[in-house]
T-cell receptor, first 114, second 119 residues
Framework: DQQVKQNSPSLSVQEGRISILNCDYTNSMFDYFLWYKKYPAEGPTFLISISSIKDKNEDGRFTVFLNKSAKHLSLHIVPSQPGDSAVYFCAASYVYNQGGKLIFGQGTELSVKP | DAGVIQSPRHEVTEMGQEVTLRCKPISGHDYLFWYRQTMMRGLELLIYFNNNVPIDDSGMPEDRFSAKMPNASFSTLKIQPSEPRDSAVYFC?????????????????FGEGSRLTVL
């Protein structure tokens, strides 16, 4: 029972273009969403988050959009850079967090070509 | 500050052998998580602790898996006996309810992972 789904295992974009990574969730109780970035042989690192009371959060080149009615969120990277090539994980958590428990998706591998 | 430290980084073992993975969380963090990364399921939560007490172990796949946290600075994940389907990267992560705010989802800090191969 995959509550958080990333249906695209990989994505390839040209440097300078926009990268859009998508994530769907099934549990309407989720109220906080995060994106993590993972380089090979390293652990995931936090990238950006959004609360369910918002529909957009921006941090430099990274913007996360949340569509609660569709149970969908997306991460936009503009402009994409070769250093952005990594695996991106979407994660979600509940009201009052259930103690920090995050549910992750399968990940999307982004490749940004020079 | 040192991050989350995991050992070993790589482990190759034969089916039926016992495997022990170790984790040292960030000092002062009161939550510790064990995740497993596979291609099919991404990052799966296996178990997590709060103040050294196991809170939710519903993700532990079988009785062959066990985890302990004897003190605030050390945790182990043990697989006995190991099977080839246990091959994966196992991550330990920690967080603090005091800084990132548990009620807001919380930011987890991950170790570099332990890559397990069971032949």
């Amino acid at each position: 029972d995959q509550q958080v789904k990333q249906n695209s295992p990989s994505l390839s974009v040209q440097e300078g273009r926009i990268s859009i990574l998508n994530c769907d969730y099934t549990n309407s109780m989720f109220d906080y969403f995060l994106w993590y970035k993972k380089y090979p042989a390293e652990g995931p690192t936090f990238l950006i988050s959004i609360s369910s009371i918002k529909d957009k959060n921006e941090d430099g080149r990274f913007t996360v959009f949340l569509n609660k009615s569709a149970k969908h969120l997306s991460l936009h990277i503009v402009p994409s850079q070769p250093g952005d090539s990594a695996v991106y994980f979407c994660a979600a958590s509940y009201v009052y967090n259930q103690g920090g428990k995050l549910i992750f998706g399968q990940g999307t591998e982004l490749s940004v070509k020079p | 500050d040192a991050g989350v430290i995991q050992s070993p980084r790589h482990e190759v073992t034969e089916m039926g052998q016992e495997v022990t993975l170790r984790c040292k969380p960030i000092s002062g963090h009161d939550y510790l998580f064990w995740y497993r990364q596979t291609m099919m399921r991404g990052l799966e939560l296996l178990i997590y602790f709060n103040n050294n007490v196991p809170i939710d172990d519903s993700g532990m796949p079988e009785d062959r898996f066990s985890a302990k946290m004897p003190n605030a600075s050390f945790s182990t994940l043990k697989i006995q006996p190991s099977e080839p389907r246990d091959s994966a990267v196992y991550f330990c992560a920690s967080s603090s309810s005091g800084t990132s705010g548990v009620t807001m989802g919380g930011e987890l800090f991950f170790g570099e992972g332990s890559r397990l191969t069971v032949l």
